[in-house]
């Protein structure tokens, strides 16, 4: 307290007092003449001393707002890159599996050919379209006007009505549930390996990050998908968000979807019994071998064997 | 009139210069310019109560400065240059304010 009450009742630097008694014991005027250069002088240093330190800690704040739009930027460019790949890896499987088509016509194993065609349906490896139904969900209108750099303590109620994660993937396994023979999230194909994550806000399929809103395209029997979906778990879960926390939930009939095939489908652990391990793959040997795998990665070399020449 | 000239030459300076502040002093310009102020609020109740002297108003100032700084760095040192630095702008507003009261008072006699 005797700090504080100091603080508080004698501001002024005690020198001051002390130097004036000073002079007035010697017999002169309480305050030395004004020397008004020395003060100019002081002044000087002082503007100079406020000006730099204003300019100094001023810039960090413009520096962090270009490292932030480098950063954005360079994430974008990235994204682009990617979608890039993804479209180049689609027209090359697109390619390979003409080629293979042709290849497989020329040597007479049809059958071969429609069970790969059946395999690669149902895997997800190329794009289908059919009748189906497409469901929107999208953050509830208070979760998505309040943005990401909302009040944090608003945070609790407005997290209620945002889409999440398991939201995404109880949905899309009620649909394949109620018999969705494909089903893609915001044009990126669910297959057996496709993870539904999150991180942090964000929503992320095949680590691909989405945007609101999420639409979640389903191909099946027309008119049967929609009524089982609503029947399942899964459908009353959605609908029970839509009623509790006011996320936009939708179902909408179509009588054409198309989906895009995955580009990604590779297996990377799992091979054919009896099959010697991977050697067709690495080696590329014996492309007419009916015991090769379906895997992507084995008809891509065998195919392109096939289409060297 | 001098001195409002060095004042304004030191802006002027401080601003066409724009001499890049090396990194390490950056932590200590938050706490030399609360510092100063204190100095120059201190000189100016000093005037008005009729007992300035430049030569305490320069020691006042440098070693106001000084000691701020040489505070912050022992911080840093400790690992607790953040809370001695909030110590040092408590101590020094607390001052500047009831020297500004103290001037208000001078002028406005209120």
């Known amino acids: ?309 | 009139m001098i001195p409002a000239l060095g004042l304004i030459v030191g802006i002027a300076l401080g601003i066409f210069l724009d001499p890049s502040v090396p990194v390490w002093l950056q932590p200590y310009l938050p706490i030399a310019v609360i510092a100063a102020l204190d100095a120059v609020f201190g000189g100016i109740r000093a005037v008005l109560d009729g007992i300035f002297n430049d030569k305490v108003f320069v020691i006042s100032f440098l070693s106001n400065v000084v000691v701020a700084a040489l505070i912050v760095f022992l911080g840093d040192q400790l690992g607790v240059g953040s809370q001695l630095s909030t110590g040092v702008v408590v101590v020094l507003g607390i001052r500047i304010f009831s020297n500004v009261a103290s001037i208000r008072r001078h002028l406005f006699h209120a």
């Open chain 1, 1 to 309: 307290m005797t700090l504080l009450t100091e603080m508080m009742e004698r501001p002024l630097d005690p020198a001051y007092a002390a130097e004036a008694e000073r002079r007035v014991a010697r017999g002169l005027s309480p305050t030395p003449p004004p020397r008004p250069l020395r003060i100019a002088a002081i002044l000087l240093v002082l503007a100079l001393v406020i000006t730099i330190a204003a300019l100094a800690l001023r810039q960090p704040r413009a520096v962090i707002a270009e490292q932030k739009a480098d950063l954005i930027s360079r994430i974008e460019e990235r994204q682009q890159a990617g979608d890039a790949q993804r479209a180049r890896a689609a027209t090359l499987n697109q390619e390979i599996a003409t080629a293979r088509g042709q290849l497989l016509a020329a040597q007479d194993l049809q059958t071969l050919n429609s069970e790969l065609a059946a395999a690669e349906l149902g895997t997800g490896a190329i794009a289908v379209s059919g009748p189906g139904v497409v469901i929107t969900l999208d953050d509830s209108a208070q979760a998505a006007g309040s943005g990401a750099a909302g009040d944090p303590r608003a945070a609790g109620d407005v997290d209620q009505g945002r889409v999440q994660a398991r939201d995404l993937a109880i949905v899309a396994n009620g649909l394949w549930q109620a018999g969705a023979e494909a089903v893609s999230i915001n044009g990126h194909r669910l297959t057996s390996l496709s993870a539904i994550r999150f991180a942090g806000d964000a929503l992320i399929v095949d680590f691909r990050p989405l945007t609101r809103p999420y639409v979640v395209s389903a191909i099946g029997e027309k008119g049967q998908l929609h009524t089982r979906f609503v029947g399942t778990d899964a459908g009353s879960y959605a609908q029970g968000l839509a009623d509790n926390y006011g996320v936009r939930y939708s179902v909408d009939d179509h009588d054409q979807l198309t989906l895009p095939a995955d580009p990604s489908m590779d297996v990377r652990v799992a091979r054919v019994p009896g099959a010697g391990p991977s050697a067709a793959a690495t080696s590329g040997a014996a492309p007419t071998t009916a015991t090769n795998t379906p895997a992507a990665t084995t008809t891509a070399t065998t195919t392109k064997e096939a289409v060297s020449p």
